[in-house]
């Protein structure tokens, strides 16, 4: 059975830094996407980051330049280091497997078929 | 402002039929993405409800159905049930940046009255 649970969520202040983890069983992490996406209080679902199963990682503009997107292969488990953070990141982050989806010609698209609890990150003084 | 836009909210009785839309542009429905449903029930994380447009996902009920045309994708849920009230969101991706551009609707609550 898939699983992903994320800890490492709290409270934090303005340009602090956390870091997240999300620990997977169930399928093996680094020969999938991995990614995280978040959820603002109220809000609706804003993709993160994204990690490819070659390694490449990918940011949101949001955070691109102070967060980074990593897994530890030994442990099965997806981080997300946050630095520099801001009020306007406080949210739910999740972690999340994606699957990709070929479309024709060099098109693919990808959606999330397993997701994780969540874990709370607020910012705030 | 999100990528793809959706109604706030949408309401129906037990055992009605309801539809939710999810209309995009050229650079990301238009451009042939398929369009994928997710279903948050209160307080819990988002669960795929349909991907690849029409495909349901193993355990997820015949009552939900999905469709693309265009620039815009729908859900319809049929036979209406009370936990079926939910947040819904359309999810596809957008080629006008480089890089990975998954793109999510604002979200849709389903109230059942």
């Not at chain 1, 990141?89 to 990709?100: E, G, L």
């Not at chain 2, 042939?32 to 009920?61: E, F, M």
Request: hydrophobic letters at 30%.
């Amino acid at each position: 059975e898939v699983q992903l649970v994320e800890t490492g969520g709290g409270l934090i202040q303005p340009g602090g830094s956390l870091r997240l983890s999300c620990a997977a069983s169930g399928f093996t992490v680094s020969s999938n996407y991995m990614s995280w996406v978040r959820q603002a209080p109220g809000k609706g679902l804003e993709w993160v980051s994204v990690i490819y199963s070659g390694g490449s990682t990918y940011y949101a503009d949001s955070v691109k330049g102070r967060f980074t997107i990593s897994r530890d292969n030994s442990k099965n488990t997806l981080y997300l280091q946050m630095n520099s953070l801001r009020a306007e990141d406080t949210a739910v982050y999740y972690c999340a497997r994606v699957k990709p989806v070929y479309c024709g010609g060099d098109c693919y698209s990808y959606y999330f078929d397993y997701w994780g609890q969540g874990t709370l990150v607020t910012v705030s003084s | 402002q999100s990528v793809l836009t959706q109604p706030p909210s949408v309401s129906g009785a037990p055992g009605q039929r309801v539809t939710i839309s999810c209309t995009g542009s050229s650079s990301n429905i238009g451009a042939g993405y398929d369009v994928h449903w997710y279903q948050q029930l209160p307080g819990t994380a988002p669960k795929l409800l349909i991907y690849g447009n029409s495909n349901r996902p193993s355990g997820v009920p015949d009552r939900f159905s999905g469709s693309k045309s265009g620039t815009s994708a729908s859900l319809a849920i049929t036979g209406l049930q009370a936990e079926d009230e939910a947040d819904y969101y359309c999810q596809s991706y957008d080629s006008s940046l480089s890089g990975f551009h998954v793109v999510f609707g604002g979200g849709t609550k389903l109230t059942v009255l």
